[in-house]
């Protein structure tokens, strides 16, 4: 077992380049005004920023394994602003360290279902510059175990915002840290892949501990779904005219908005509970397998629920998004593999590729997701509608005779580019046909 420390001085990472080692400053103390107040050299002081409460900040370390080797980062926390409050102090948490390339919509990114059990690595320098508005959140919940970031700004210029990213996290009781040399960060997850470790917070006056031996191993994240036992919703002010089923794995908010923006009911089921016959009785014109979290490999021995997946695929129109478009094609006999450090970015091109397989055009989307459909595990029936243009992984798929179509980014753009926004047009065309 080995220790690399990517922080600053000769004991930093080998795969690292000079130029990237952090350099970190002494805190001035151990509490400051989350506003006026920094503990990093690089946060500009502000008197027109005065905040009178105080928040006690505590060391984080991040410490990732790689193999039997630890690779170790150093920052901030501080704790929730409330009265007498020691949350964070003491606290270990085991997670997987995923990096997300997006320059904004980090409300939409931090309460996606799909980050569940996961720590989101922010590559933008800043974040919290616009503050939080729950109508741009995805889910009730922030689901990520932690948020890292390099600064974090506590001056909010968004009119809009009712609270600022540090309040918002702090309700939900997850660590916000800062003060990481996210470059340095990144490239370790850009060259080993997502990775498995673990986050310690604590207080200046508690000792350096030793590193946990690298016995923790990341578990298969199970799906969860959004709306546990079901949900339904109507189209106001107007009659729909078709009923959509959203089997839901951890259904993002946005999915249902642009359903209903069509003109069509939806009404979602866990997918757990997921039955020919209760499907049946809701009287479905098209069905939608949802995003969400984790590996879909874990649902690999559940071959009766897969079945009852295809079999209702093959009765009704059939669409799947990310998660919910790699369990559509797992159900049909095909498998799933990681793919390094995943996608997790709103700028990724994909070619969308006709029957001949010529491309007919290219989208900027959004994506989140860790696994990809092995191409060669493909069965005949199905054809590749999309394709990853980075690396060339299967980015949509296609039933060669029935109406079934899934796509492994994220149409709705939560965040995002709207580019694939014709996916909803498909889905509620095909549901208002079958209605008629």
Known sequence: MSFSQADDGPQAAETLSPLLKAVHHPLPGQHYSPVFQSPHSFFENSATHLQTVSRKVLKAHLTLWQGSNA???SGYCSEPSHENTS???????????????????YEEVITDPSYHEQSIVFTTPHLGTTGWTNLE???????????????????CG???????????????????????????LTL?????????????????????????????????ISPRAAFPKGSSFFVKNTVATAKIVVVDFGCKRSIVQQ??????????????????????????????????????????????????YKSLALQYP????????????????????????????????????????AVEKVAITSQNHNY?????????????????????????????????????????????????????????????????
């Open 188 to 220: 370790v997850l850009r060259t080993h892949g997502a990775l498995p470790g673990t986050i310690s917070l604590a207080s200046f006056e508690a000792p350096n501990s030793p590193l946990p031996p690298p016995a923790f191993q990341p578990q298969p």
């Open 87 to 105: 949350y964070f102090d003491g606290l270990s948490l085991n997670t997987e360290f995923v990096f997300n390339t997006a320059l904004t919509g």
């Open 318 to 357: 059939t669409f799947g998004i990310c998660f919910g478009h790699q369990i559509l094609a797992m159900s049909f006999g095909a498998t799933t593999q990681k793919i390094g450090f995943g996608h997790h970015a709103i700028n990724h091109p994909v070619a969308a590729i006709d029957h001949s397989g």
């Open 158 to 184: 968004n009119q809009a915002s009712q609270l600022s990213l540090q309040e918002k996290l702090d309700e939900s009781q997850v660590p916000l840290i800062w003060g990481i040399d996210t470059r340095a």
């Open 259 to 308: 359903i209903l923006k069509r003109n069509c009911e939806v009404h979602t089921i866990p997918w757990n509970s997921v039955t020919q016959d209760r499907v049946k009785n809701l009287k479905p014109h098209a069905l939608l397998f949802s995003n969400g979290p984790g590996n879909p490999m874990v649902l690999a021995d559940q071959a009766q629920l897969l079945e009852e």
């Open 372 to 436: 990809a459909v092995e191409e060669a595990s493909l069965p005949d029936c199905f054809e590749v509608s999309h394709r990853h243009l980075n690396d060339h992984s299967i980015a949509g798929l296609r039933h060669r005779h029935r109406p079934l179509h899934t796509v492994q980014f994220h149409p709705e753009a939560g965040p995002g580019p709207r580019d694939s926004r014709s996916f909803f047009d498909d889905l509620c065309t095909r549901a208002q046909e079958a209605a008629q």
């Open 71 to 73: 690779i170790c980062f």
């Open 137 to 155: 959140s995805e889910s009730a919940k922030t689901t990520p175990t932690a948020v890292i970031c390099r600064q974090l700004s506590h001056v």
